[in-house]
């Protein structure tokens, strides 16, 4: 289940194994209350967009695990998971499917 992303500006990326690759979901929001917050103040959104996924695991008989993510899917994941790529003026974060908390119904 391998799947391969191009971005609006032609950049591509191909998670390896189980990695899991996500573009987050900004705030909308960029005034809380009347008070403008800067990007430098501001926390790292926990919900991420799936966009590509790698090959998946395999278990001791050398058997693919399927992912429980596909592409599209919402997701909930720790404040500082994963390692962030800028592919084409575009952030990308790689993760391992375990450092997903969970999908977003």
Known sequence: MSTATKS???????PLGDRVLLRRIEETE???G????????RE???EAEVIALGTGKTNDK??????EVKAGDR????????????????K?????E????GIIL
């Open 44 to 46: 790292k959104p926990q």
């Open 75 to 90: 997701v909930l994941l720790s404040t500082y998971g994963g390692t962030e790529v800028k592919l084409a003026e575009e």
């Open 8 to 14: 609006k500006k032609t950049a591509t990326i191909r």
């Open 30 to 32: 960029s005034v809380r």
């Open 98 to 101: 375990d450092d997903i908390l």
């Open 62 to 67: 050398g058997e693919r695990i399927a992912f």
């Open 34 to 41: 009347g008070i403008y917050i800067p990007d430098s103040a």
């Open 92 to 96: 990308f974060i790689l993760v391992s």
